[in-house]
């Protein structure tokens, strides 16, 4: 079984029904503006919400789409917590994605430090794939 987590939804594995036929799919919401007591905003589900209510499914990949802020916790969460798990983020190289992510991993407040979000990522990731569009074979292949 497989469960993806977005804040919008993307990979559309839930829709591949013949390929995957055990998918569970979580979005994300922001809330409607209102606060409540606790300084949330109204009706806001978060992906860490999300992740937090799958672990019943005793899933075997937990997928948090793309990694783009506070997000990252959840997604070494997820990493840590199912067999496999696999997201994504977009820089300009493979080093700069780790940076990005000790940065997104920081975003969730004063306790998630520097040495914090650096210990977390480099335990949580195993592999970096990084993929380039060639873009000037791009505008070549367009002209022709």
């Known amino acids: 079984m497989i469960g993806t987590f977005e804040t919008e939804y993307e990979l559309g594995l839930h829709e591949l029904r013949e390929k995957h036929p055990h998918v ?3 979005e994300a919401r922001p809330g409607s503006g209102e606060r409540t007591p606790d300084g949330r905003q109204s009706g806001e ?3 860490s919400e999300c992740l937090d209510a799958s672990f019943r499914f005793n899933l075997d990949r937990q997928i948090v789409g793309e990694v783009r802020g506070a997000e990252a916790m959840a997604m070494l969460k997820a990493m840590q917590s199912s067999e496999g798990s696999i997201s994504t983020t977009h820089s300009t190289n493979a080093a700069g994605g780790i940076e990005k992510l000790v940065t997104c991993v920081m975003e969730n407040g004063a306790h998630a430090t520097h040495d914090y979000a650096v210990r977390a990522v480099s335990a949580g990731i195993n592999l970096v794939v990084h993929a380039t ?5 791009m505008l070549m292949a367009a002209r022709r």
């Open 133 to 137: 569009k060639n873009v000037s074979a």
């Open 24 to 26: 569970f799919a979580w």
């Open 45 to 47: 589900v978060t992906i």
